[in-house]
Structures are given as C-alpha cells and as structure tokens.
C-alpha cells in the first residue's frame, strides 16, 4: 500500500501562503508603532491601539468563518480574505491620520482573522490523517520563521530605507501570501444558494462556537498567556542584563531549535500520541522560562531560547492539531476559528497584564514566577485534557467515526 504524500502542491502552497500571512503580520507588528509616532506624531498608546485594533478584529471574525466556508468554500473564502488583506495593505500607503489607520488596521485584522482560519482549515483537509501532527508542525513552522524574518526585516527597512519602502515590502509581502493561496486547488462541494442564504448568518452559541475544542482552547490559551512574556518582553530584559550580541539572537535560536525537531516531533505525535509530546514540551518550556529567570550572561539566555522553543514552540502545532482531532471533518473550520480566537484572548490579555506587572516585580521575577505558572498548566492539561487523548491518533479517529455511525 503506498504510503499518503505530505509535500504535494496544495500543502507547499498554502504553507508558503501562512509564512507571508505572517510575514506580514509580525513585521508590521514591530514597525507600524514607530510609524506611527514619527510619522503620525501620535502618542505611545495610539501606537498601542495598532495592535489591539487588528486582534480583536481577528477574534470577533473568526467565529463567523466557518458558516461562510460551508456556502461558498474553503478556496473562495480563502481568495476573498486574501483580497481584503492585500486591498488593507495597499491603504497604509495613503494613510494621513491615526484614525484612518485604525480603520485600515480594523479591515486588515478581518482578513487575517478570516485568511488564517481559511489556512488553517485546509490544511487540516489535505494533510493524510496519518500524518496530521507532523503536517500541522510544518505547516505552523511556516509562521515561526516568519516571526524571526519579520521583525528582523521590518527594523531593518525602517532604519535603512523609511516609511514608504517599509509598507512597500509589507504589501509585497501581501502581493505573496495572494499568489500563492490562489494556486492551491480544492474539490469542494458546494451548495447552490440564492443570495439571502448566502448572507443569512446563524447566531446560535453551538453554530458559532465549537464546544469539543474549549478544554484544549483554553489549555492553549492559559500557555499563551506566559509565552507573551518572552514575545513582548524578552528583548526588553536583554538590554536590562547588559546581555551584548547575543541578546538579538534569541528568535533566531528559537527558530533553528524548531528546525531541527520538528521532523521528530510531529512523527512522534502521530505514532505515539498527544500526551507523550505535550507533556514533556510544557515541562521544558517552564524549564525554559526559569532559565531565563536567571540569565545574566548571553549563554544561559541563549539556552533559554533553545528549551522554550523545543517547549512552546511544539506546544502550539500540537494543540492546534489536537483541536482539529477532536472534530468531525465537517465541524474542523469550527473548531480552529474557536481555538485561535480563545488562543488570541490568552496572548492579548496575557501582553497587556504582564506589562503593568512587570514594572512592579521586575523581569527576572517575572520570568521565575511564570515559570511556576506553566507548571500550572501542566497540572491543568493532565487533569482535564490528558485522559481524552490517551491514545493513539488512529484511535481517535476510530472513536469518532463510530460515534458519527450511531
């Protein structure tokens, strides 16, 4: 029996199309604050809205998706929220006032919120269930090396060449994610709807909302909420320690760490199950965290980088994967639309609280204490998610066929 293809056209594409989603995303993420208090002359905490804006417009979208994707499909959903992200993009070019960019930032939040649910969706579709875990892993590693490239590149454009050619590149960057989602090809089924059932949207809780996904959803979120220490902070502390060269090194340790073990890890997730991944990476990413508690030299901050990412960085395909296991096919747009919004709500919340802590405890207090959180969590997983994926994937998805036939 031949074995089922990963790599085929569909899967590169819609992987390269989420690596310029991101690209996109992590890049203006860096660059658009300071575009917005030097060349807008606004306040810090305008600047602050750029990102909330963009979140929330993701979050409250995402819940709707799933509905749209069933009338019109995964591919057209996918094209339409590409269209609205580059339309988006091209409207930073003109922007006069801080006003009309949260508008802009608002319309561009709802096609990220649409794009990565859409993304998500049909890998979920085309990846052979034998292999899901290990599909998931490439497909989401597309968006961690965007995270090390777009901040990088974004800096770098700003100070070397302006404004202008900074929301060039991000457009460019737009221009890629749309070529690259219109050449993945779908057979999909669609109904034949009359326009007033294409735009009649079903509000009920149990349409929107995809309740077999909150346990893992806020599990997600709960981890989330200390990885947005290392995301917003971790920089910040390195030049508090006095840390040099290697203090602009951490991302890229992080990204060559998932490099390395994510052929590994996602093939142990399929053959062994959820439980002998997860369980170990939340315990190496609180180890992670109270390394960086104490780092005061690049070394032991650099080794930190190499335990959060093997942590947190396999923690995150492998819940997303565990949100669509759980599903029936049909109900998988569903389920990822309320996994990301929850997980969303956890790395928001968890960016605005920490913020106001940490001027009362300090970085190195900051990390020790959310090291023990994680654990935390740990404790949390092993008791309310641990027993559902005690077995293997294959059984998992056994189970579910069979409570489909009842």
């Known amino acids: ?36 208090i030097q060349d807008l002359k606004s306040s810090e905490a305008e600047a602050g809205l750029i990102a909330m804006v963009y979140l929330f417009a993701a979050i409250v979208t995402r819940p709707f998706v799933d509905q ?28 006069s006032s801080i006003v009309l960019l ?24 085309i990846v052979p269930e034998s292999k899901k875990g290990e599909g998931m892993g490439y497909f989401i590693l597309s968006s961690n090396v965007a995270m090390v490239i777009g901040p990088f590149l974004g800096l770098t454009s700003l100070d070397h060449w302006g404004s202008f050619v900074m929301l060039v590149i ?3 960057c737009s221009v890629g994610a749309l070529l690259t989602g219109g050449i993945v090809n779908l057979h999909e089924m669609k109904p034949k709807l009359n326009k007033r059932e294409l735009f009649k949207v079903n509000f009920s809780f149990e349409k929107l909302v995809e309740v077999s996904a909150f346990r893992i959803a806020l599990i ?26 290697g203090s602009n090194l951490f991302f890229v340790v992080y990204a060559i760490v998932l490099l390395i073990s994510r052929p590994f890890t996602g093939r142990w997730f399929d053959r062994y199950g959820a439980n002998v991944i997860v369980i170990p990476c939340i315990v190496s990413f609180a180890f992670g965290l109270f390394i960086l508690s104490m780092a005061n030299t690049s070394f032991i901050y650099l080794l930190s980088a ?65 090291s023990l959180y994680v654990l935390v969590g740990l404790v949390l997983y092993c008791l309310f998610v641990q027993h559902r994926f005690a077995r293997k994937p294959k059984s998992l998805e056994h189970d579910r066929k069979s409570s489909l036939q009842q």
């Open 170 to 172: 991000a457009l460019i």
């Open 102 to 125: 949260l508008i802009i930032r608002f319309l561009h939040g709802i096609g990220f919120g649409i794009a990565t649910t859409a993304t998500g969706a049909i890998v979920a579709d």
């Open 68 to 95: 749209f994707m069933e009338k019109l499909g995964k591919q057209k959903m996918l094209i339409i929220s590409l269209v609205i992200f580059l339309i988006a993009s091209i409207s930073y070019l003109f922007v």
């Open 220 to 245: 997600a979120a709960f981890l989330a909420f200390a990885y947005s220490t290392v995301l917003s902070f971790v920089s910040v502390f390195a030049e508090k320690m006095n840390l040099g060269a």
């Open 1 to 36: 029996m031949e074995e089922a293809k990963l790599w085929t056209k569909n899967f590169f594409s819609i992987s390269i199309c989420n690596f310029f989603l991101f690209m996109n995303y992590y890049y203006l993420l860096v660059t658009l604050p300071i575009f917005v």
């Open 306 to 370: 190499v335990f959060i990412g093997l942590g947190w960085g396999t923690l995150f395909p492998s819940f997303q994967t565990m949100a669509i296991q759980i599903v029936p096919p049909q109900r998988r747009a569903a389920s990822l639309s309320t996994f990301l919004s929850i997980f969303d709500i956890g790395i928001g919340l968890g960016s605005f609280l920490t913020g106001a802590v940490v001027v009362f405890t300090g970085f190195t207090s900051l990390y020790f204490y959310t």
